[in-house]
């Protein structure tokens, strides 16, 4: 096995070692601050992320508020002072080793406030942002604002094309790597583009390399780009280090540290990771982000998957492939009929397909 060395990011040397930032309280100023001690980089969660009396009791998120927009102000006020305490935890684990960074969902609501609020709250406690899910176009414009490094997590060198052409080029001096998590091997949500299959994984070395060849179009050749998913042993990324094709490399985990002791999940999620079977994990696309996402399959989701077997695509108008008139009238036409028109609606399917959801 190849020596690891210190990679410089966001201003100083660490580990090429990075705890992935994962939200439900997953990845904490706990789990963070102990993988920032080790002399890597951890990542906490900041979206609604918990918080603590001072006798150190969960503080319970209860919505008081009589609107939607008053519970609103309370969920933002919550949030932000959970990020600020996870922020501070980490920090003081970390005793200053390594780097803290703070992980936002762009698409969450209220993110700029939310992490603005935190970052204020957190001066100097943290070293860095991480955020995907969606284009992050204002990132590096609030990390600007704070003098904090970004970190966009992209899944191809397309989606990375349009966030440095259109934002970051105005802060390149604040980016501090790009971390490249692969549509189909990382835990979490995945960022698979419509033209790209889920049941088709590709491999992810050709789009890392793709994804440094148009960073060195932007002299960005010496960025560190982060390799997240599927990264359980370093023996089998041997040749990805020290790779000159590749440039700078670091590693994301995201799966693995759910495993170790400071992982705040509890014990009965990490028995259940450790026997799980191959097949049990997999891309579904039942996510209200509307994204596909890697889940173990419960029970749960077994109920989702036949529930989508059972449906039946159809149109109201024959289109396409939907040319086949369907006999029967789903319930909810029968109950939304409007009174006054009598004709029973026709329903057309797919002949070959008609099962699936297609
Ligand atoms: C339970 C879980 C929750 C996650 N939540 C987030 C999240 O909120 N935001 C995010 O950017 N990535 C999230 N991720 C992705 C991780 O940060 C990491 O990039 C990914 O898990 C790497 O792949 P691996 O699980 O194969 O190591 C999550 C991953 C897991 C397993």
Same mark, same amino acid.
């Given at each position: 096995?190849?020596?690891?060395?210190?990679?410089?990011?966001?201003?100083?040397?660490?580990?090429?070692?990075?705890?992935?930032?994962?939200?439900?309280?997953?990845?904490?100023g706990?789990?963070?601050?102990?993988?920032?001690?080790?002399?890597?980089?951890?990542?906490f969660?900041a979206?609604?992320a918990d918080s603590y009396?001072?006798?150190?009791?969960?503080v319970?998120?209860?919505?008081?508020?009589?609107?939607?927009?008053?519970?609103?102000?309370?969920?933002?006020a919550y949030a932000i002072k959970g990020g600020i305490h996870q922020a501070r935890q980490a920090h003081?684990?970390?005793?200053?080793?390594?780097?803290?960074?703070a992980?936002?969902?762009?698409?969450?609501?209220?993110?700029?406030?939310v992490i603005t609020g935190v970052l204020e709250g957190a001066r100097g406690l943290i070293?860095?942002?991480?955020?995907?899910?969606?284009?992050?176009?204002?990132? @590096?414009?609030? &990390?600007?604002?704070? +003098?904090?490094?970004? #970190?966009?997590?992209?899944?191809? !060198?397309?989606?990375? /094309?349009? %966030?440095?052409?259109?934002?970051? @080029?105005?802060? &390149?001096?604040?980016? +501090?790597?790009?971390? #490249?998590?692969?549509?189909?091997? !990382?835990?979490?949500? /995945?960022? %698979?583009?419509?033209?790209?299959?889920?049941?088709?994984?590709?491999?992810?070395?050709?789009?890392?390399?793709?994804?440094?060849?148009?960073?060195?179009?932007?002299?960005?050749?010496?960025?560190?780009?982060?390799?997240?998913?599927?990264?359980?042993?370093?023996?089998?990324?041997?040749?990805?280090?020290?790779?000159?094709?590749?440039?700078?490399?670091?590693?994301?985990?995201?799966?693995?540290?759910?495993?170790?002791?400071?992982?705040?999940?509890?014990?009965?999620?990490?028995?259940?990771?450790?026997?799980?079977?191959?097949?049990?994990?997999?891309?579904?696309?039942?996510?209200?982000?509307?994204?596909?996402?890697?889940?173990?399959?419960?029970?749960?989701?077994?109920?989702?998957?036949?529930?989508?077997?059972?449906?039946?695509?159809?149109?109201?108008?024959?289109?396409?492939?939907?040319?086949?008139?369907?006999?029967?009238?789903?319930?909810?036409?029968?109950?939304?009929?409007?009174?006054?028109?009598?004709?029973?609606?026709?329903?057309?399917?797919?002949?070959?397909?008609?099962?699936?959801?297609?």
């Amino acid at each position: 096995m190849k020596a690891l060395n210190a990679i410089r990011l966001g201003g100083v040397d660490v580990l090429p070692l990075i705890e992935g930032g994962k939200g439900i309280s997953v990845s904490t100023g706990l789990s963070s601050g102990h993988w920032a001690a080790s002399g890597g980089v951890g990542t906490f969660s900041a979206v609604n992320a918990d918080s603590y009396d001072d006798a150190g009791h969960l503080v319970e998120q209860v919505y008081r508020g009589r609107t939607r927009r008053e519970r609103h102000e309370e969920l933002i006020a919550y949030a932000i002072k959970g990020g600020i305490h996870q922020a501070r935890q980490a920090h003081e684990i970390s005793g200053g080793q390594g780097r803290i960074h703070a992980n936002i969902l762009w698409e969450m609501g209220g993110a700029e406030r939310v992490i603005t609020g935190v970052l204020e709250g957190a001066r100097g406690l943290i070293h860095g942002l991480t955020c995907g899910a969606g284009m992050p176009y204002r990132l @590096s414009e609030i &990390a600007a604002k704070f +003098g904090v490094h970004y #970190y966009p997590i992209v899944s191809s !060198a397309r989606a990375f /094309n349009a %966030l440095w052409k259109r934002a970051y @080029s105005k802060a &390149a001096h604040l980016l +501090g790597g790009v971390v #490249y998590e692969d549509p189909w091997l !990382a835990g979490g949500h /995945n960022g %698979l583009s419509n033209s790209e299959d889920p049941q088709k994984p590709e491999p992810p070395f050709p789009r890392v390399k793709a994804l440094r060849d148009l960073m060195r179009t932007f002299g960005l050749g010496e960025t560190p780009i982060i390799m997240a998913g599927g990264v359980w042993w370093l023996s089998e990324w041997e040749d990805w280090i020290d790779n000159p094709e590749l440039g700078p490399i670091a590693f994301q985990f995201g799966t693995r540290p759910l495993l170790t002791r400071e992982s705040p999940i509890g014990e009965g999620w990490k028995q259940k990771l450790l026997n799980l079977k191959f097949g049990d994990v997999f891309l579904n696309p039942f996510s209200p982000t509307g994204f596909f996402s890697s889940a173990v399959n419960n029970g749960f989701l077994k109920e989702l998957r036949a529930r989508n077997d059972r449906q039946v695509a159809y149109s109201t108008e024959p289109v396409g492939e939907h040319i086949a008139e369907y006999g029967l009238v789903p319930l909810c036409f029968q109950v939304t009929r409007i009174p006054g028109i009598s004709r029973r609606p026709r329903l057309f399917s797919c002949p070959i397909f008609p099962r699936g959801g297609q």
